[in-house]
């Protein structure tokens, strides 16, 4: 358990310094450092100058915004005219992040995207009462797994605790594709997560042989790519290219695992 703890922490640590703004700041780091010490001016010049543009170019919301429209919309999202193959016994929600902090409303123990994925998985299964609402995150919280604190979501948003079951061991969504196919069997799902995160997610589920139906939610791009406010450098820029970056890189390592398999 200790060495795969490792690598899991080895693999969020690599991760950081792969998101284009820890790039933009690692080339900027890397060109003053050559600068200040006198070594290779020139090049330290370059760097920095090639990091700015970099920072620039990634903190304009219209880059990532068209990645993340790709991404979302591969999968359309379960709506009330949609219509959803039958058979369905299951109702996955796959957690994002939140804190067991008892001091604070639900709501607020939950992350944004958790809320989001949550409500959606509550909406489903008043939509589709045979179904059973199956929980699934153990990630970082202070007192116990996000499983708990969306399972306390769920019942106070009405549905039944007996229809109510968790999935509290996984740290990631790869965990949370193995044992909920082993929890699920053979067993039609409706998958909930964010719409970014679905392609992700479907990839996996279905490697791990789940017959999964998506349902997006939690959407962020926008179908309006033209509009002025995404045309400038910003904070939310930066902060969607780094979700872009997250989704592209977790996909781009399911691919390579699975040509050394």
Known sequence: MDSLFDFFMLKKIVSLFIYPYSLALILVAAGVACICLGRRVRLGKWLAAVGVVFLIVQSVPYVPNECLRRLEYEYPAVLK?????????????????????????????????????????????????????????????????????????ARDLGIAPERIVMEPESRDTEDQARIVAGMVGGDRVLLVTSALHMPR???????????????????????????????????????LSGACAHELIGMAWFKMKNVFK
């Open 201 to 239: 997610s479907m990839m996996l589920f279905e490697d791990y042989g789940v017959d999964a139906v998506a349902a997006p939610t939690a959407h962020i791009s926008t179908t309006h790519p033209q509009t002025k406010n995404l045309l400038f450098p910003s904070a939310s820029g930066a902060v």
């Open 81 to 153: 005219e949609t219509a959803v193959p039958g058979g369905a016994k299951w109702i996955v929600v796959l957690s994002g992040s939140s804190i067991n902090n008892t001091y604070v409303p639900v709501t607020s123990r939950n992350s944004g995207d958790t809320l989001h994925r949550v409500v959606e998985g509550v909406v489903l299964a008043n939509r589709f009462p045979e179904t059973k609402l199956l929980v699934s995150g153990g990630g970082y919280v202070e007192n116990g797994p996000a499983a708990h604190v969306m399972a306390e979501m």
